[in-house]
C-alpha cells in the first residue's frame, strides 16, 4: 500500500473515531508493560523498529511480538480491536505498513496521542509506558494475519484444531512432523497487511508449540481455537 492510500485510511480511521468515539480513547489509564527479556533502547526515541527479526534476530522478535501481544491487549484492544481487527471506530493498525514511514507515524501518535478540539481522543503513552514497550506493541501490530486469507483456511485449521485436541488426553498415533508441517504450510500462505514478511497468524503460533507431548497438543489447540474466534 502507498503513502497516499495509507494516509486515506487513517484519515477516514481518524474521522469515524472522531464522530463515533468521541470519549472512548481519552478514559483509558495506561498500563504497564513488562519488558523484560527485550533489548533497552535508551532515552532517545528510535525512528524504525528495532525489534523485526531481520535487525534484531528471530529470538528477539518471538519475544518483541509475545510482550508486544500482552502491551496490546492491555492497552489498545479496547479501541483498535481485538488481534489489531478493527471494528470500525479507529484506525485498523494492521494496515500501517511495516517500515520507516508507518514507524515514525506509529511512534509519534503513541508518543504524542491524539487531541481534536480539545478532546483526546488517544492519550500518550509514551512518558507512562516507554519506548521498549512501545516498539514491542509496534512489532505485534504489524505481524497480524491478513483475516481473509485466514478465513480461507478456516475450516481445515478447525478440522486441526480438533485432531489435536484428540491427542490432548492421549498422543499415541500422533504424526507430529505432518501435523507441524501442515501448519507450517498454511503459515507461509497467510500475509500481513502492513507488508511484514512474517504472519504471526495462530497456523504459525500452533506449528511452533506442537512437540509431540499431551501437554502441547492441548495448548495448540487452545491457540487455534482463541485465534480462529478473534478472527470473527
Known sequence: MNSTSLKGLLAIGCLLATTTLTHAHGDVAPQAVDTTGL?????????????????????????AVEIGASGYNQNCARCHGLEVVSGGLAPDLRFLEAEEYG??????????????NGTTKMPAFGELLG???AWAIRTYVETRPDS???????????????ELATYATNAGGADTDALKSRLGE?????????GAPVADSVAYR?????????????????TLTIGLSAAH
Open 39 to 63: 533489548p533497552e533502547n535508551g532515552e532517545e526515541w528510535l525512528t524504525e523498529n528495532p525489534y523485526r527479526a531481520e535487525t534484531a534476530g528471530e529470538e528477539v522478535w518471538l519475544k
Open 206 to 222: 500452533a506449528a511452533n508449540l506442537i512437540d509431540g507431548s499431551p501437554e502441547a497438543f492441548k495448548t495448540a489447540a487452545e
Open 131 to 133: 519506548q521498549d514497550a
Open 103 to 116: 514507524d515514525e507515524w506509529y511512534i509519534e501518535r503513541f508518543r504524542e496521542g491524539y487531541t481534536q
Open 148 to 162: 481473509d486469507q485466514m478465513e480461507e483456511y478456516s475450516d481445515e485449521l478447525k478440522a486441526l484444531r480438533d
Open 186 to 194: 498454511i503459515a507461509t500462505q497467510i500475509e500481513t497487511l502492513s
